[in-house]
């Protein structure tokens, strides 16, 4: 994997590139802000336009974490995270960390440990708005019929990362 980064009005924009295309991470000497997945990533290529050589020790630290988990080392992030969102979203998204590696969760199921188990549709709209994918695991939720729904990623992306864990998880059990 190799990395590039700008640093753009007060975050440090930083590219790497991993199994599953280029993403970009987004952060500051205090907090990650923000993941973008490939797609997204691509978009942010204008920020990106300024190589630097050092960005901040969150950042080296994020780029750590993602390479181990991509290399089945690692099963949890251990980072200081600070996505912005709403009260209610910033809890759906906090509660995602819940879900245990290699497993899968349901919006409902999410919904209720928030203690709001009528707001399945809001945890979804959250869900689909999380700044941090695979930090915080969105791509564990699954419909309650168990089929894999939305990911901002596609569901291409979402498949891959659980098939990624359960190999990973075989392997270390």
Not at 41 to 46: D, I, N, Y
Not at 71 to 98: I, K, V
Not at 103 to 116: D, E
Request: proline letters at 6%.
């Amino acid at each position: 994997m190799t990395t590039v980064g700008v640093r753009a009005e007060r975050d440090t924009w930083w590219a790497l590139e991993t199994p599953v295309g280029t993403m970009v991470l987004v952060g500051n000497e205090a907090a990650l802000h923000q993941v973008l997945l490939p797609g997204a990533a691509a978009e942010a290529r204008p920020r990106l336009d300024r190589a630097l050589e050092s960005r901040p020790p969150v950042l080296a630290e994020a780029e750590d974490q993602l390479r181990q988990y991509f290399a089945g080392e690692r099963r949890a992030f251990d980072l200081p995270l600070d996505p912005a969102g709403t009260a209610f979203q910033r809890a759906a998204w906090f509660a995602l960390e819940e879900i245990p590696f290699a497993t899968t969760s349901t919006y409902a199921a999410q919904a209720a440990r928030l203690g709001r188990p009528s707001a399945v549709r809001a945890v979804g709209a959250a869900n689909s708005r999380n700044p941090l994918p695979i930090v915080l695991a969105c791509h564990r939720v699954i419909g309650s019929n168990g089929r894999l729904v939305g990911y901002a990623g596609g569901l291409g992306l979402k498949q891959w990362l659980l098939d990624h864990e359960r190999r990973v998880d075989g392997e270390v059990q």
